[in-house]
C-alpha cells in the first residue's frame, strides 16, 4: 500500500478526496478552503433546496462539512495529505476518539471503501476502552492482591447474533438519518460559540437501518446488544505504584461491528495511618520516650505492612536526638522483579514529660545532678528580666511590619486587588 498519501494501490477503490469534495488544489490556503467551504455549504444546505432534492442534499451538506473540519485544521490537514483517510480510523492507530468516525460516515454516505482493506473490506472498528480508577491500600500494594469481582456489560446477542432482527427479516433505511446513522448536532464550546458535531442516531443506534417492533429480535428488542453479568479478575502485583494500569483486554462493552475496548483500573493509593512511600523506600516515625532516648532500650517499635513487627535495639551510651534519621535497608516496599526491596527509614520523635511530672523539688535536684551541667553564663553590663509567650505561632513572624517572612515571596500585583492587599505565598 502506497503509505505516501491518501491515492490507494491499483485494484483498491480511490478513497474520496476531501480537496475535491470542496473543490480546491492541494495547496490552497487556510482562506481559500474557508471560501470554498462557505460556497458547498450554501449550495448544500438541505434548507436551501426542493424537498425532493433534500436526503441527497443532507449527505452532501455533511461530506463537506467534515471534509472543511480536517483541512482547515493544520495538524489534521497534514495527517491527511500524507496517510489519507486511515490516519482518523481508530482501529488503524489513527486519533480517533472512539466517536463517530469519518471513514464510516464517508462510507455510508458514498457506498465505498474509505482507508479499508483490499477488496473493499473495512477493518472493524476498535471500540472505546472503559477506564475506572481502583483504591488500594499500601498493605496491598506491599503484598499484592488479587481481585474478583462481577461485571455487568453489554454482549453481542447471541439470538439475532447483532443484527437486531429476527430471522431473514430484511432491515428498513432510517427515516431520522436517511441511513447515514448520525445526526447533526450543536454543541456551547465557548461564550458565543457553538461547533457543529456528528453524534450517533439514537432512533437506530447508529446503524441507518430500522426494524418495526414486530420485526426485532425478541431477545435485545432490536438493540443487537443484551446486558450480561460476567466474573472477571485482575492481578495487582505486589511493588505495583500509584498511577500504574490493569489491563483487562476486550472485556469492555461489545457492540456489533467493532472490536471490544478494554478495562483499564488506574490504582489510586490512600493514605496510610503509618507509613509514607516514596518509590521503593517507606518512611515512618519512630517515637520514644525521653527516657529511653537517654538510657536505651530493645522493644518492637512499629509493625509493619505484612504484620511483622519490627525490632530494634538501641543500647545504653547511645543518644538518640530529636529528628535524628535511622535507615533499615531491605525493609522498604517490594520490587517487582526479584527479592529485593526498597528501604525503611525512621525519623526519631522523643516525647518529653509534661510539666509537674517530678514529685518534688528534691527529685527536680537530683536529676539536675544527673544530666549535664547548663551552658556558661553570658555576662553583660546590663541585664533585662523579660516574660515569654509559650507555643508562638511562627507564621506571624513579620505580620506587623508589612514584611514577608524568610521564604516566603510577594503574590503578582494583580492580585492585589482581590484581596484586599498585599500578600505573601510560601515558595
Known amino acids: 500500500m502506497d503509505s505516501g498519501g491518501p491515492n490507494k494501490a491499483s485494484g483498491e477503490e480511490e478513497e474520496t478526496d476531501l480537496y475535491e469534495l470542496l473543490g480546491v488544489e492541494k495547496t490552497s490556503t487556510a482562506a481559500e478552503i474557508k471560501k470554498a467551504y462557505r460556497k458547498a455549504a450554501l449550495q448544500h444546505h438541505p434548507d436551501k433546496v426542493p424537498e425532493d432534492q433534500r436526503a441527497e442534499s443532507e449527505v452532501k451538506f455533511k461530506a463537506v462539512t467534515q471534509a472543511y473540519e480536517i483541512l482547515r485544521d493544520d495538524e489534521k490537514r497534514q495527517l491527511y495529505d500524507q496517510f489519507g483517510m486511515a490516519a482518523f480510523d481508530p482501529s488503524r492507530g489513527g486519533p480517533g476518539d472512539g466517536g ?72 428498513q433505511q432510517c427515516d431520522r438519518c436517511k441511513g447515514a446513522g448520525v445526526r447533526e448536532a450543536y454543541r456551547q464550546v465557548g461564550p458565543g460559540l457553538v461547533r457543529q458535531e456528528l ?31 460476567k466474573a472477571l479478575e485482575i492481578y495487582i502485583p505486589r511493588g505495583s505504584m500509584q498511577g500504574e494500569r490493569i489491563v483487562l483486554e476486550g472485556e469492555a462493552d461489545q457492540f456489533p461491528d467493532q472490536i471490544p475496548g478494554d478495562i483499564v483500573f488506574t490504582l489510586v493509593e490512600e493514605p496510610h495511618d503509618l507509613f509514607t512511600r516514596v518509590g521503593d523506600d517507606l518512611s515512618a516515625e519512630l517515637d520514644v520516650t525521653l527516657a529511653e532516648a537517654l538510657t536505651g532500650f530493645s522493644r518492637v517499635v512499629l509493625k509493619h505492612l505484612d504484620g511483622r513487627g519490627i525490632h530494634l535495639e538501641h543500647p545504653r551510651g547511645k543518644i538518640f536526638q530529636p529528628g535524628e534519621i535511622l535507615k533499615i535497608a531491605g525493609e522498604g516496599m517490594p520490587r517487582k522483579r526479584g527479592d529485593e526491596r526498597g528501604d525503611l527509614y525512621l525519623s526519631v520523635k522523643v516525647a518529653f514529660p509534661e510539666a509537674g511530672w517530678l514529685p518534688d523539688d528534691a527529685a527536680y535536684e537530683t536529676l539536675r545532678q544527673l544530666l549535664p551541667p547548663p551552658e556558661p553564663l553570658i555576662s553583660s553590663e546590663e541585664v533585662d528580666e523579660v516574660e515569654y509567650e509559650a507555643d508562638a505561632d511562627i507564621e506571624q513572624m513579620g505580620g506587623r511590619s508589612g514584611h514577608p517572612r524568610p521564604g516566603m515571596v510577594w503574590e503578582d500585583e494583580d492580585d492585589d486587588d482581590d484581596q484586599g492587599g498585599p500578600q505573601c505565598a510560601t515558595q
Open 100 to 171: 463517530v468516525d469519518l471513514n464510516d460516515m464517508l462510507a455510508q454516505m458514498f457506498g465505498m471503501n474509505v482507508g479499508g482493506g483490499a477488496g473493499g473490506q473495512r477493518r472493524p472498528r476498535r471500540g472505546r476502552d472503559e477506564e475506572q480508577q481502583y483504591k488500594v491500600t499500601l498493605e496491598e500494594l506491599y503484598k499484592g492482591k488479587t481481585v474478583k469481582f462481577a461485571a455487568n456489560k453489554r454482549v453481542i446477542c447471541s439470538l439475532c447474533k447483532g443484527s437486531g432482527a429476527k430471522e431473514k427479516v430484511k432491515p
Open 199 to 229: 453524534l450517533p442516531c439514537d432512533n437506530c443506534e447508529g446503524t441507518g437501518m430500522f426494524y418495526k417492533e414486530k420485526d426485532r429480535c425478541k431477545k435485545c428488542k432490536g438493540k443487537r446488544t443484551v446486558e450480561e453479568t
